[in-house]
């Protein structure tokens, strides 16, 4: 892969970074590319690779950079305590203006032709939600977003197609909560919502006990048709 740590100078203080990976042309519609709280890991660098493959320039940052730089979590007892740990340090609506930053400067690389998408996952796809609700994207996509059911003051700030996927296992995001975000889409058009039945969060991680191959590929299937549709 065509890939590497770059910097991202656009948010008036040293040390933001995130892992860009090129399509094989070089060039192509741009992904901001939204980590779990693992950090920019193996795993998400190789979620970056993939959606580079599918030929987009993709630009996963470094959601912990405040805190901790290039954090690389395993999934393993001391990896979620420390993951866990860092997560409680973030401010989710100043997380939320570092990645939409991080989408702008995407917008500015040679390499990006077209519109460009946020993808999500967990804390990530709140995140994508964020930047979607601040107009820094074309278009987002949230994997089990956690926290956005807490604020749906932002939807009404989303106009650009958006697309939920939630597991209906997963403990940390009921029933209840994705009812409140899916009222909140109600009588819009621009929102679409999956449920994946007997999976539980985190299905979309190979390094993780709960992922679920059919529901993955069913997911970036579904993800795919998307941002073909609107990027």
């Given amino acids: 892969m065509n890939a590497k740590w770059i910097d991202i100078p656009n948010v008036g203080k040293e040390g933001f970074s995130g892992y860009l990976s ?16 693992w950090g920019v890991n193996s795993h998400i660098r190789a979620v970056a690779d993939q959606y ?42 100043q997380a939320g203006a570092d990645m939409a930053a991080a989408a702008e400067y995407l917008k ?20 994508a939600y964020r930047v979607a609700a601040a107009g820094s994207v074309d278009a987002a996509v949230a994997y089990y977003g956690g926290g956005i059911q807490n604020n749906l003051e932002l939807a009404e700030k989303i106009t650009q197609p958006i697309l939920f996927h939630y597991a209906e296992l997963d403990r940390m995001i009921p029933a209840e909560a994705v009812g409140k975000v899916k009222i909140s889409f109600a009588g819009r058009d621009n929102a679409t919502f999956f449920d994946y039945l007997g999976v ?3 299905f979309n991680c190979w390094g993780r ?17 998307f941002l073909s549709e609107h990027l």
Wanted: aromatic share 6%.
């Fill in 209 to 225: 006990p709960a992922y679920n191959q059919k529901a993955a590929a069913r997911a970036h299937g579904r993800t795919l048709t």
């Fill in 108 to 127: 500015s690389l040679p390499e990006v032709e077209g519109a460009v998408a946020a993808i999500g996952y967990c804390l990530g796809g709140q995140l």
């Fill in 52 to 93: 580079a493959l599918d030929g987009y320039v993709v630009l996963a940052p470094d959601l912990f950079w405040r805190q901790q730089p290039r954090v690389d979590l395993g999934y393993d007892d001391a990896g979620r305590a420390e993951a866990m740990a860092l997560r409680q340090q973030v401010d989710d609506a």
């Fill in 200 to 202: 539980d969060h985190g």
């Fill in 22 to 37: 090129l399509p094989p042309t070089g060039r192509g519609p741009g992904i901001l590319l939204i980590q779990e709280i």
